[in-house]
């Protein structure tokens, strides 16, 4: 019978339900107890709330191999007494099928490979779960209409998550699309923030600012541009602020820079106007004279250590490295630096594989060095390279990248060569970028005797605090500061480098000292001094306090001179040689053991 379908479907199919209503594990409303019964895994029916052999249950359901005790025993009565009214009963026998059902033998064969569940009560009646009975029409008729039920519910459940799902992904796409178009707005917003304050800073080098309302849409804009500073850099396609140079800067760096322009703004249009005059007079083949007529080296002094306008540096800089080089060049066949490139094209020198590591470590934020496939880093690298076959003897040594990239920054790639040749065997010291580093270890001590004459309480505080000042200023030194402060003030003190030679980096090492001394002196930590002192190197944006204590300060006390810093630097240039060779013999004792 189709009661007999159904109910063989409950116990051979591994599918519980629940009240009638199919809701496995959830709360079922139509429940004759209440939307608060749940049934469990094992099979408990929730007709009134009780689990597997507690109690009266009044639903008729169960779970496969674990019918409830209550509903099994009144079932089974039931099929007992049909059973005696004249039906066979096989104790064993599989559960039928209706008789007009037309695919009796192949639920029985699916039947047969399924396993058998058996009903232990303590009633001789559950013994006969398989037995075919006969029911009257309207159980049957009721039975099959909550079949039906259960196909409608199902079906709305299934509807119902469908369409939840469905309004779930229409939120989630409305949502990223929505989050889009805030980024887009965002960095729109800091488009237009950027340009204003690239406006602002090109009205500050004209010196066009007129009334307190200009200088208060600064201040607004420089805040505003500081608070989202944080967010500009964490967008990878985010707007990106570059200096003149091309050097990447945060917005405070933007705000300082612009500050300084606001506070001499009449002070560089009267200093701008003193080099367009310069340079009006002394054009292309007179400036280089100048360079060697004392009265015109006076000027150009002055006007150098005020600062060297970007529109002039390239000249200016291309001629002070001439002038250094011109009696070696003319030793030199024509085109020196392109017959390097092309004799020794396709050929690996020593420093080939330490050069082509720090190519990419040299201006890491600067946006024509930052990518290996930029021209800015081919230039490097063609540079550096000549240089290591014109001078084996150095080959190449860290510190050089330094040097040729920054004088990239304003001349042609010859130019830069030729300024590597300047620097390292005219303006330092031989030795500065030999192996043993011999005149860079010299002129660390030398600086520590300047300390202690013109800084005698800072010299006598890093003592007590056991701290070697070398440990900080080596690289100050190496690469004339250029990887140790902001590149507006590098630049500065390079244009002065150039022009007055060796005793730059020690005036600006002192100045820079001098600038932080008192802060300095009210340190009492090991730890700390050495945090603030590599801290206070690259935040000095204060150009101009910088040069005023470089050129005034420090000539005030007892003067700064070349013949001050040649004593110190032949006393200590022999110290350091004897200790070398000391060691070197020690190191030589020690191998041959």
Not at 124 to 142: F, K, L, N
Not at 204 to 225: H, I, P
Not at 350 to 372: G, H, M, S, Y
Not at 404 to 413: G, I, Y
């Amino acid at each position: 019978s189709a009661h007999d379908s159904l109910f063989s479907f409950l116990c051979v199919v591994k599918q519980p339900v629940c009240c009638e209503r199919g809701r496995f594990g959830k709360a079922c409303a139509e429940c004759p107890g209440g939307a608060a019964n749940v049934c469990s895994a094992r099979g408990s029916c929730g007709g009134d709330g009780t689990r597997s052999g507690d109690g009266k249950c009044t639903c008729h359901s169960g779970y496969t191999g674990a019918l409830c005790d209550s509903c099994a025993a009144g079932f089974f009565r039931e099929a007992a007494a049909a059973a005696a009214a004249g039906d066979d009963i096989q104790e064993d026998e599989q559960p039928l099928k209706s008789p007009g059902s037309p695919d009796v033998e192949q639920q029985q064969q699916q039947q047969s490979q399924q396993p058998q569940y058996h009903f232990s009560t303590s009633s001789q009646d559950r013994m006969m779960a398989s037995t075919r009975s006969g029911y009257p029409d309207e159980e049957i008729a009721e039975l099959q209409s909550r079949l039906e039920a259960y196909r409608m519910q199902n079906m709305f459940l299934n509807n119902e998550i469908v369409q939840r799902s469905e309004l779930r992904r229409q939120e989630e796409v409305l949502a990223r699309n929505t989050q889009e178009r805030v980024n887009a707005l965002e960095e729109d917003l800091r488009k237009l923030k950027s340009s204003h304050l690239e406006l602002l800073r090109m009205c500050c080098e004209e010196g066009e600012f007129r009334g307190d309302l200009v200088k208060k849409m600064v201040d607004q804009a420089l805040v505003s541009a500081k608070d989202h500073e944080a967010d500009r850099m964490g967008n990878e396609g985010g707007m990106r602020l570059y200096d003149s140079h091309g050097f990447q800067i945060t917005a405070d760096v933007h705000a300082l820079q612009v500050i300084a322009h606001q506070q001499d703004v009449e002070a560089q249009k009267v200093h701008n106007r003193r080099w367009e005059e310069f340079m009006a007079e002394h054009g292309d083949d007179e400036l280089a004279k100048s360079l060697r007529d004392v009265n015109g080296e006076e000027i150009l002094k002055k006007l150098v250590r005020g600062g060297v306008p970007d529109k002039f540096r390239p000249k200016i800089w291309k001629d002070m490295i001439q002038s250094v080089v011109k009696s070696v060049r003319r030793f030199r066949p024509p085109n020196y630096y392109q017959k390097i490139l092309s004799k020794k094209e396709g050929l690996q020198s020593v420093a080939t594989k330490q050069i082509e590591l720090d190519l990419l470590r040299t201006f890491p934020t600067n946006k024509r060095f930052c990518q290996i496939e930029l021209e800015g880093i081919e230039m490097l690298r063609r540079v550096l390279q000549a240089f290591s076959w014109h001078n084996q003897e150095i080959g190449y040594c860290q510190g050089l990248n330094m040097i040729a990239a920054t004088a990239l920054l304003f001349v042609d790639e010859e130019t830069a060569f030729w300024c590597m040749v300047a620097i390292v065997e005219h303006i330092l010291p031989k030795g500065y970028y030999t192996n043993d580093m011999l005149a860079v270890q010299a002129d660390q001590r030398v600086l520590k005797d300047l300390v202690e004459e013109r800084l005698p309480r800072l010299h006598k505080h890093l003592n007590d605090l056991d701290l070697d000042l070398g440990l900080i200023t080596f690289n100050w030194l190496l690469t004339n500061f250029v990887d140790c402060t902001p590149p507006k003030t590098f630049i500065r003190i390079w244009d002065t480098f150039l022009f007055e030679g060796p005793k730059i980096p020690f005036r600006f090492s002192l100045a820079l000292l001098k600038m932080n001394e008192d802060r300095m002196l009210q340190i009492t930590e090991r730890t700390k001094m050495m945090s603030f002192m590599k801290a206070m190197s690259r935040e000095c944006h204060d150009v101009n306090t910088l040069f005023r204590i470089a050129f005034k300060d420090l000539d005030s006390l007892q003067g700064f001179s070349m013949a001050v810093i040649n004593k110190h630097r032949l006393i200590r240039t022999e110290e350091v040689r004897r200790e070398i060779e000391h060691a070197r013999r020690a190191f030589g004792n020690t191998d041959a053991e």
